[in-house]
């Protein structure tokens, strides 16, 4: 009876599954399909990039299509498809990567094969074969081992691939055809069209350009890293008001930086490909690029220790946190700011190292006020001492932060001149943005060492005002910063 | 006069130039040789991989020369050719995905082709070409958008785009050709016989398993980063006889972890392809590889910063330094140690669980004595506070590197159980060789807290046994650390 049951409840559960299917099936299809319109409005260029690939393969088809260019060419026109699809790549300096290697290595290696071919009926009919057969093993293999050489893997690995592949093919198929010239010809002129097609459609047709994206790849990270840093003192110091959840991300976002260099590399790779475009000329030195990617990353790395800080929750007595967040704050604020300039300042082409400059100057004078409010906070027993250490050590990991962004800096400066970025607007705009801006400032000065985090309208008070627009920084001007503190505490 | 004076001396410059070139060239020509020999002693796999690739082309170029292979397959021979060039990949794994997926994906694109060709001609000889078209620029376009999916482009991106050249090849050239069906059988077997030929040859001549590269690699990269810990010590407290050019190299071993996440996350991919070989079963967790490899770059992170501070030369007082050179040395030695047991632990793939807890154990009962040296070290005046941060700050981030090592050891832990590693040796040779070790230990223990740097023999001491012996972390015993530090200071 049990068993009866139990098959009867399994073949209602079966029919209740199969009527539910069709619904299941449409939630599942439309899902699918929500996510891969998003995907391509992720980044619409994967879309306008799948329509070149099919417009240049309708071009090419055109050479079967066409009864005149399918009487010259004949089957050989496959090689034109072969090609298209090959060599289409998402950027221009990828497809012309691939196809000037692909063009050059067919040209070479396709007269080597035909010398090979030739060199070979010497031997006879009997040593023909061995004689390809030495000729093929022993440039197959040396052409294979040259492509772990890290310069050419990294320029020519394609065209050492194809070198291989049309020797190969030439030279083994020239046993058995006389025409070899001919078919020789014919393969080449149309690996030639379907080059051409690629390149004059990724070139011309809404053209992707690895170096623009190299070029707002590292401004963006900047800006990611500014964001890391200015969301800094709200992980921090969280105001009680403050869900932390909501400059969680904000802090996060360095972690892309730290795995980057793959692409940064490839990118800078195939941007040398590239011809001069837009607002880069031929040889515009993206090596620069890499060496400033190279230092945001060694600034991140930094991120990710502080980021380890942060979550342990590891937190130092209040009235030490107290006396080092105002310093923390400004300091990170400043250089969060100098980076968005300095991204700014990339993305624009235009030279800003003014501003630049006065914000790191700014933080610098940060710098020499926390360090006067750490000697302050000189601990009163030996347990304390033990308490501020986890302050202690994220304070002065911020401190190598504020390096790095001046490193940084210094590197965009040098690439600015060889880039020849414009020179910035009219500086009195500048100037009255710089006021503004610390203007803005002032607004968020807090005088929190007091312990009175209600009084947030101080920006009026004279003494804080002097403290932005004075400050030196402070080697230079010691006695200044002490007076500053002094006024602040 | 002159000029004629300047024109005879360029002339004997140029003869000079002239009759120096043999043996320039002679010069330049040896010292490429050199560099190629010594680019292929490195790594001998590669000049195997060349002379495998070398023995496939010549494996398939028999369908070629021999006659009755010809009959039967024509021209489609070079279709074996070509598979062998683009299919031979450094490892068994990057082969496999390379063949399986052009298998694959020409066995459905020559179905889907052959589909599309009879489709058409049903729409008269006009309407065909454009039928195709449609098809090919649709079904093109399609295969390309989906090669930006992550989880397509890292496992099937190869096959989408031969998908794509099949599927359009065999459409295109349908429209001129009524042999479609002998036509495409003759591609898909050769393509199936250059495919085999490759696969066997790099299964069974000299193997190159990603899998295994990746093992090793994970087992090195936790090696690299025993060194730089061991050398830490050595580049932050040089003795005075040492020159510090020699550790130099040993501490900066870590560098290339920083940026491996690439290598890594390729060869874990190439693995999933591999059958199961040697010690490595089919379904060998390799994605446990890359958590593990992820941790270890975590650590090198902290590295990174703490170089920073090797480099800067910022030294903290000399009294601040020989308070915490004893834990620290301690500390880093045996997480080095650790760090040393877990690689050989991988290496083997047999559990050592014992040695690598003993190891991470006493560098938790380093971190408590540090951080009571820490306590101590309480700093007499204010300008005293500053100058001890950077060896605060370096004294924390190595507390952090410790707590790495720990959560490494529990990610290989994991591994070993779901890799089933061997369980240890015998226990007894474990303990003797555990004895032996921390003998060896407390030989180098140097009671540098006194000050006295030139009592070394003191390891026959009682005081200094109960130290490494009988310590247990901090945290539950205070009493017992502090009782022993005050023995020690």
Redesign the interface.
Known sequence: MEMDMNVQEKKAGFFQRLKDFPSKLKDVVTKRVKNVLM??KDDPR??I???K???A??LV?LL??VRPL?LSFG?S??WA??TV??V?EFTVGGTLSKGLNRGFATLTAGALGVGAVHLARFFGHQGE?II??IL???L???A??SR??PKIKQRYDYGA?IF??TF??VA??G??TDEILVMAYQRLSTILIGGTVCILVSIFVCPVWAGEDLHKMVANNINKLANSLEGFEGEYFPLPEKISNETNSCVREYKSI??S??IEDTLANLARWEPGHGRFRLRHPWKKYLKIAGLVR?CA??F??LN?YVLSNYKAPEEFQNKIQEPIATMSREAGEALKAIAKSIKTMSKDTARVNAHIDNSKTAVGNL?IA???S??E???D??EI??G??M???LI?VVNCVEKISEAVEELSGLAHFKETLDPKILSAEIGQHQLLHRGTVKPVLDGDNGEEDTDSSPHVLINVHDEQPPATTGKNSLGVEKNIV
Do not use: N
């Open positions: 995907f391509g994967r879309i990039h799948s329509m690939v099919g417009v393969l309708t088809s079967y299509y399918y089957v026109g496959m498809i072969l699809v090959v289409s074969p390809l057969g093929v093993f022993s197959g293999a040396a294979t081992f772990f050489f691939l291989v592949l190969s093919m083994i198929s046993y058995r730290l795995t260099k793959g060694q790395f930094h990710e220790i380890g360090r750490l000697k302050s000189y601990p027993t030996d347990k001492l033990l250490i986890p202690v050590t304070a002065s990991i190598e």
